[in-house]
């Protein structure tokens, strides 16, 4: 089996690049003029997207990491109360916010609550990531249990769950956090510093995302990519 040839960067950051990919895709199907909602949008990265659509951001803009850095947030609120009426939205976004959020069963129910009938919900999640955005990372992850239990109880009707990457992609995102983090114990590693760098920087990395491709292993998925769909009737 040959190791990857993709650029190093597309093998490091793929968790962000492949749910970037699957956004713009799911953005490309959503008819023009539709109402969108994205929830928790922090620096609001999709807006560019929805260009064909109504676009709204919602955020509580609390977090002091995204000083400077938050889009133009059109609702701000708790995503567990959104001051909007019933069935506003014909498609709603979350994406990377339900570990942030203490009651995400609530704001489940919400983000249900203001999809029009017939509307679509797109949702990514962790299943297992590193502390992020404290003080406000409340959870470890979802796992596809948790989606099929608790949209149906809202009315929605789960139409996609698909794993980003299987477990080898994990790991190499993993490896790859070795050579992130090198300055802080370069001192440990002595004669072999050069060495450890490049194996879990590059050579790793990329023998292990090819592997990916041959032997998927999904308990370990870095996350998943949910749609589901508010029955017309």
């Not at 993709?6 to 003029?33: C, M, T, Y």
């Amino acid at each position: 089996m040959e190791p990857s040839k993709l650029p190093l960067e597309s093998i490091h950051w793929f968790n962000q690049k492949q749910r970037d990919a699957w956004v713009q895709r799911k953005a490309a199907k959503v008819p023009p003029g539709s109402v969108v909602l994205d929830a928790g949008a922090g620096p609001c990265p999709y807006k560019g997207l929805f260009a064909h659509c109504r676009y709204y951001a919602q955020d509580f803009m609390r977090y002091e990491g995204y000083r400077g850095s938050y889009g133009a947030i059109d609702i701000v609120s708790s995503i567990e109360q959104i001051p909007v009426p019933d069935a506003t939205f014909d498609v709603v976004l979350c994406t990377e916010v339900l570990e942030h959020v203490p009651e995400p069963i609530k704001a489940v129910k919400e983000l249900a609550r203001v999809l029009k009938p017939g509307g679509k919900m797109f949702l990514t999640a962790p299943l297992g990531s590193g502390l992020h955005q404290l003080p406000y990372h409340f959870y470890g992850g979802y796992t596809p249990e948790w989606y099929k239990r608790f949209l149906p109880q809202f009315g929605m009707k789960v139409t996609e769950i698909s794993p980003n990457g299987g477990f080898f992609k994990h790991l190499a995102q993993e490896c790859a956090r070795f050579a992130w983090t090198f300055e802080r114990h370069r001192h440990l590693h002595g004669a072999n510093a050069q060495h450890l760098f490049t194996l879990f920087n590059e050579t790793l990395p990329r023998y292990l995302f090819a592997l990916d491709d041959h032997c998927f292993i999904e308990e370990f998925t870095i996350g998943y990519n949910v749609e589901a769909v508010k029955p017309a009737t």
